[in-house]
């Protein structure tokens, strides 16, 4: 039974009403002054409340998409490592990723497929479309695709799985055959899970509505978890001593997205977006790194790296690494990179606020900035997908788009 599944959700409100049943049934038994008694009823109203709370705790799990396991909520997720660890890519292409076996169930709204890849997938050598690939391309053509995918990084050794990867129609049209397609990698927060970002965030839906009505062009969206082995919070940082997570982001997932799917490379083709921590990671991945991602998208993030119980010790007690971290201080103290950035927040109800106008006010050429913010809204999936839309609307005006061909008419003189 799954931690996410709507039938572990009714069963957790059955035992809790069950509890509280139980509660009022035995409470005459230990109605008496005696010492057994009154320990009775303490220990049944203790209980009944415990699993009240689980009940909703799942419910609010359920809604936010905090842990969508049992083994990322028990911590036994763990980064398998395996052993390349060099700037040349010492593995064939058809190592960096993984498509798994359709995990994802079909998107009625946005009429999202996923099709059943057994691994190793094939791919070509050449970075162009998936080998071997089976299912009715017309429907595809029609509906794009939802793929889960684990990513082995060739520069760092890790292997993370539990990622999804949206191909548009497009992508499978006679028109865009030979096309290539920008790409925003999209960052969940902390704790979630990359499920929350296709149906909680509605990334995928929300980008096939708006390439319907015209207003977006059709892109490939990455989507990832901040951490790579929950339930730690790595803040996409790269760990002394440990592991190199803000590679992993800036330069496995880029290497292996372009070998395994028909993307362009070159920051001019890839933005990196994410909501709260992943806000942070978008901003601070591409203000690190401006020779991969040109643009920025922070939903509700912070701009000052973090350190606490979840984090554990990040930057190796150096405040002077920690800083470099800051994309205040990077901003106040060293010069700006050449990336745009939209920064989102709410005046009422968001206490991300604050600083993202302080953020906003140390923005200096060559790096530009650009804000959204509503008037009032909450730390939730509601605010930020209210914020959805113009944010994709603003990548897709400044990505390199993928250029479908034209058809030439039939020469006149060829007619018989």
């Known amino acids: 039974m799954g931690l996410t599944s709507g039938s572990f959700l009714v069963t957790g409100f059955g035992v809790a ?41 799942v419910l609010l799990n359920g ?39 359709a995990e994802a169930a079909p998107l009625a709204g946005a009429q999202i497929q996923s099709l059943p890849f057994e ?39 890790m292997s993370v799985g539990g990622a999804y990867v949206y191909l548009p129609p497009e992508y499978f049209q006679p028109a865009y055959a ?32 708006l390439v319907a009505q015209e207003k977006i062009k059709p892109t490939v969206y990455v989507m990832m978890n901040s951490s790579v082995a929950m339930p730690r919070d790595f803040e996409c940082t790269n760990i002394p001593a440990g592991l190199q997570v803000e ?29 709260s921590t992943g806000g942070y990671c978008a901003v601070k991945l591409a203000m690190m790194n401006p020779n991969q991602f ?15 119980a979840t984090t554990g010790r990040l930057f190796g007690n150096s405040s002077g690494y920690q800083n470099l971290n800051s994309p205040d201080w990077r901003l106040a103290n060293l010069p700006a990179p050449p990336v745009s950035v939209l920064v989102t927040s709410s005046r009422v109800g968001e206490n991300t606020y604050q600083g993202t106008m302080a953020f906003l006010q140390l923005i200096h050429p060559p790096m530009r900035g650009y804000a959204l913010i509503l008037p009032q809204g909450g730390h939730n999936f509601t605010s930020w997908g209210r914020e959805l839309p113009q944010s994709l609307i603003w990548l897709s005006q400044r990505l390199r788009p993928a250029e479908p061909e034209l058809s030439t008419p039939a020469d006149p003189a060829q007619k018989g």
């Not at 096309?179 to 999209?186: G, Y």
Request: charged content about 10%; aromatic content about 12%; glycine content about 10%.
């Open 294 to 308: 040109s643009l920025a998208v922070s939903l509700a993030g912070y701009y000052t790296a973090a350190q606490d």
């Open 247 to 275: 590679t992993f982001f800036a330069q496995d997932v880029p290497l292996a997205i372009e070998h395994a799917f028909r993307v362009e490379s070159g920051p001019s083709a890839w933005a990196v977006m994410g909501y």
């Open 178 to 209: 030979h096309a290539k397609f920008p790409v925003v990698l999209t960052i969940t927060g902390y704790p979630a899970s990359p499920w929350g970002l296709v149906d909680r965030l509605k990334v995928p839906g929300t980008a096939a509505a």
């Open 63 to 101: 809604y936010f998409s905090f842990y969508s396991s049992w083994s990322q909520l028990l911590g036994s997720g763990t980064v398998q490592t395996y052993g390349f660890r060099t700037a040349k890519v010492a593995k064939p292409a058809s190592a960096l990723l993984i498509v798994n076996k």
């Open 119 to 157: 691994p190793p997938l094939a791919v070509d050598q050449h970075g162009g479309d998936l080998l071997g690939q089976t299912g009715d391309e017309k429907a595809l053509a029609q509906s794009g695709e939802l793929l889960g995918i684990t990513i082995n990084g060739a520069y760092t050794g």
């Open 17 to 57: 009403l069950a509890g509280i049943a139980a509660t009022i049934w035995l409470w005459p038994y230990a109605a008496s002054k005696r010492i057994g008694a009154v320990l009775a009823r303490i220990g049944l109203v203790a209980a009944s409340e415990v699993l009240v709370i689980a009940a909703f705790l």
